[in-house]
């Protein structure tokens, strides 16, 4: 199947509608018995569960989606609008789901098969491949339905979690479909509300998806469809192969974005915010690769930590500013999304199940993606730390797979951003995934707090400016300069010993070797420093390498860059980009070193407060029982 951009004829679809509508008006289908009654019990939506083993057992059922969608409000013969919209996008998509498979059919030997099989049986060989397309066509279509039927339907409540997995079945595409539409009757069954009909439609759509995916591996025959890129813009759907479709339609992104000459201090990680956008940027939607991912420097993961109040919600909107500005500019989609500690819940699982779908939406290879975790020391947790809830441990496990699992692919059209008050709270393998620290510190010097008290006073004055050169001190290139000398040598007193006493013993770093000494005497002072450290390290070497300015003329207009071929982004890229120097090696070993041993020594603070509290505790309540006992009213 051709890797580009597939789209599907609206006669194609059109063409399966009659048989579409009979799936959703009554079907038949053979089920294993679970041994629950088909009736409810009086006055509930709950049914009798028999106690008598029947697994082996299998049973007709009669399926009639449209009288069961209907039966959610008995007392109107007119279907509401929900009702409706979930009966239409089921036809929909199971006429969508069988022009899909006949594009599969097309795309190998799937078609030219079935027209042999239909003049005479099979056999042999041929019978095998052919049994093996057909069940992988079956699957492509369930696939196709549940992507649908996820990404059409608008559900916001609290997705239930008795929602069980179909009866899957694989023989042919329409028994695939067949399974699915008798999988979601029973799960709208008894739906309190049109609001509830719509959540348990959805949270279906869901749950088959992950069943779906689970058995993805039992099919050998899936290999033309992994690269499939089909795109109906009626529906604006969009299926890229096996990839887990978006939860729903993205919606107009409204934000307060920031441009950079608003952003005060914090120069380094303002100047590689501007150049992570322009990174980003120079994704090849064709390819689905980005340039610096193949030569160097790309940024998939950061964590940026600082005091209250020193603008990390300002780098935020910077970053989407300018990203939400590119992609217009471009004409592509553009995906925002923050996690936050509203999506950790209560029901188990469903805290990562929340965080999955966040970081599949950002992933989504048809777009530029940008993904933050806001207080990331609250939303995921220390897997030492027992005080925390299961919903914060299982976001701590996804974050981890997700950003440097053995699944995890790097397609350069997103970053995710980390930001923390206190980042020595966040568990340390999962903060060591983090490719680059900002140290976000806001506003340092005289120079500074003029410009930040000018901006946020605004012009309702008459108040003479003095002698200032206003916000020449924020020009980036300028003050990125000072700011990575300042790193020259370290700043954390831990890391300022292990320092001076490697100058001490080997002088100023001249080869590969020194500076390999220099690292594994870091990691004798501060544990945590690991081989991960090391690779963080390099990367942000790497970047420093692809320290170049793209010129801000390649954005301007889309066909000066951004939508030139992905061989040629990779040549101009490749045209602006120098050798790294010891000196950048130094400073970003000391940049990340710091942030180290910053945490470490934060961390180590906060356990000997907390002893000390607990020690006083402890001292003033023996004295008080004391008391208590002289008094004769204690009664331990």
């Known amino acids: ?71 959610i409000r008995p007392d109107d013969q007119l279907m509401s609008i929900s009702q409706h919209t979930l009966l239409y996008r089921a036809r929909r998509g ?26 005479a049986p099979l056999e042999g060989d041929e019978a095998t491949h052919f049994k093996k397309l057909l069940t992988a066509s079956a699957y492509v279509s369930a696939f196709t ?25 694989f023989d042919t595409a329409q028994d695939a479909l067949k399974a699915l539409i008798a999988g979601l009757d029973r799960a709208i069954s008894g739906a309190k509300d049109d609001a509830d009909l719509m959540t348990r439609a959805r949270a279906f759509a869901r749950t088959a998806i992950d069943g779906l995916l689970t058995r993805k591996g039992r099919f050998d025959g899936l290999g033309t469809f992994e690269n499939a890129h089909i795109r109906i813009d009626a529906d604006d759907f969009t299926i890229d192969g096996f990839d887990v479709a978006p939860g729903k339609k993205s919606k107009p992104l409204v934000m307060t974005f920031k441009k950079p000459d608003e952003v005060v201090g914090n120069h380094i990680a303002k100047y590689q915010s501007v150049k992570l956008a322009k990174m980003l940027m120079a994704y090849d939607f064709d390819r689905e690769l980005n340039p610096f991912v193949e030569l160097g420097g790309f940024l998939f993961t950061f964590i940026g930590d600082g005091s209250p109040g020193t603008g990390k919600t300002t780098l935020i909107q910077m970053i989407a500013g300018l990203l939400h500005g590119y992609c217009q500019t471009a004409g592509y989609q553009f995906v925002y999304e923050n996690f936050g500690v509203d999506q950790i819940s209560s029901y188990q699982g469903k805290s990562g199940q ?7 939406n950002v992933l989504n290879p048809r777009a530029i993606g940008f993904g933050t975790v806001d207080d990331i020391d609250q939303v995921a947790a220390k897997r030492s730390d027992d005080r925390a809830s299961a919903g914060q441990q299982e976001i701590t496990g996804v974050l981890m797979e997700a950003f440097s699992g053995a699944s995890t692919v790097i397609r350069g059209n997103c970053s995710f951003g980390m930001f923390s008050n206190y980042p020595e709270n966040v568990d340390d393998a999962l903060r060591q995934r983090a490719g680059a620290r900002w140290l976000v510190d806001g506003p340092q010097s005289r120079d500074d707090y003029i410009d930040i008290f000018v901006l946020l006073a605004g012009k309702n004055h008459k108040i003479p400016l003095g002698e200032h050169d206003l916000y020449a001190a924020q020009e980036i290139q300028r003050a990125v300069e000072n700011a990575y000398e300042g790193y020259s040598k370290p700043h954390e007193d831990g890391l300022v010993k292990v320092y001076d006493r490697f100058m001490k013993e080997n002088g100023e770093p001249k080869t590969m070797a020194d500076v390999g000494t220099y690292l594994h005497q870091i990691k004798e002072a501060e544990p945590r420093f690991t081989g991960r450290a090391v690779k963080n390290v390099t990367d942000a070497i790497k970047m420093r390498a692809m320290d170049i300015e793209l010129p801000d003329e390649w954005f301007e207009k889309p066909e000066a860059f951004m939508h030139k071929s992905y061989d040629d982004k990779k040549a101009m890229i490749e045209e602006l980009r120098g050798p790294f120097s010891m000196e950048m090696v130094m400073q970003e070993i000391n940049r990340y070193a710091d942030s180290e041993f910053r945490y470490s020594d934060r961390s180590d603070d906060a356990a000997v407060e907390k002893m000390i509290r607990d020690t006083r505790l402890r001292e003033r309540a023996i004295r008080e029982i004391e008391g208590l006992k002289a008094k004769g009213a204690w009664n331990g």
Not at 14 to 21: C, F, I, P
Not at 101 to 109: L, T
């Open 354 to 360: 929340n965080c999955k779908q966040f970081i599949t």
């Open 1 to 71: 199947m051709d890797t580009g951009l597939t789209t599907i004829p609206e006669a194609d679809i059109e063409k399966h509608r009659a048989t579409a509508h009979s799936f959703i008006t009554r079907i038949v289908v053979l089920e294993d018995s679970s041994g629950q009654s088909g009736t409810a019990l009086a006055g509930t939506n709950r049914r009798f569960v028999s106690t008598v083993s029947t697994g082996s057992v299998r049973k007709t059922r009669e399926i009639e989606l449209a009288k069961t969608v209907g039966a």
């Open 94 to 119: 199971l006429a969508i789901a069988l022009a899909v498979a006949d594009v599969f059919a097309r795309g190998g030997d799937l078609e030219s098969l079935q027209a042999k099989n239909a003049r």
């Open 145 to 169: 339905l549940a992507s649908y039927l996820l990404q059409t339907i608008d559900a916001d409540g609290e997705a239930p979690n008795d929602i069980a997995e179909p009866d899957f079945l």
